[in-house]
Structures are given as C-alpha cells and as structure tokens.
C-alpha cells in the first residue's frame, strides 16, 4: 500500500485538512481518523465537520473519505452516500457491500 506523506502548514483547522484530501490519489481513501492523525489531532468528528463544509468537490475530493470501517458517509454533502459510491467506482475503489470500501485493497497508508 501507498504512505502517503503529508505536511500541512497554517493555523485554520480547516485548510490543514483539506490539504490533506487533496493528496488523495484517484482509487484510494482515506479515514477521517487517518487526517486527523495527519494534521496533528484526534478529532475525527471535526474533520467531518470540514469536509461537510467544503463547497468545491473538484478542488477538494472528499469522497475519498471514509469511516473507520470503510463506510461510506451518510450525510454526504455533494449528492448523498449514492453518488459518492458513484464517485469511488468511478475511481475503480472496490467495495465489500453496499456501503462499504474495501480498506485492505483501497486505503492509503
């Protein structure tokens, strides 16, 4: 699996994190506790909390964030969990059920 090596600069808890997605090649995800481990907390709620507030899925591709399990977010903002499904197969992510991403073949370390 890809490491992924991340180093955000700037005080707004929000930026850090869209830093972060941003580096997220096509094909991979990441949790939202990998980000938060990523920019230097464990706030994982908080990072769902940025990317809900995001208003630009090109610039910054939040459906490449996932839950702990895999799970695909409930409350996606740009279409609901269907379209980002639709976005990760897009992407060729795999999928183990319905809503959930394979982690053991498309997360990124």
Not at 54 to 61: E, F, G, T, Y
Request: glycine share 8%.
């Amino acid at each position: 699996m890809q490491k992924l090596k991340i180093q955000t600069k700037g005080d707004n808890f929000f930026e850090r994190v869209y830093q972060v997605v941003r580096k997220i090649p096509a094909g991979r995800v990441m949790t939202y506790g990998q980000i938060a481990d990523a920019i230097g907390t464990r706030d994982a709620r908080r990072v769902g909390q940025a990317l809900h507030a995001n208003k630009n899925s090109s610039d910054v591709p939040c459906h490449r964030v996932v839950n702990k399990d895999g799970r695909l977010a409930p409350g996606y903002t740009f279409g609901g969990p269907n379209e980002q499904k639709s976005r990760l197969l897009s992407e060729e992510v795999k999928f183990i059920d319905e809503d959930h991403v394979d982690l053991s073949r498309s997360m990124l370390q």
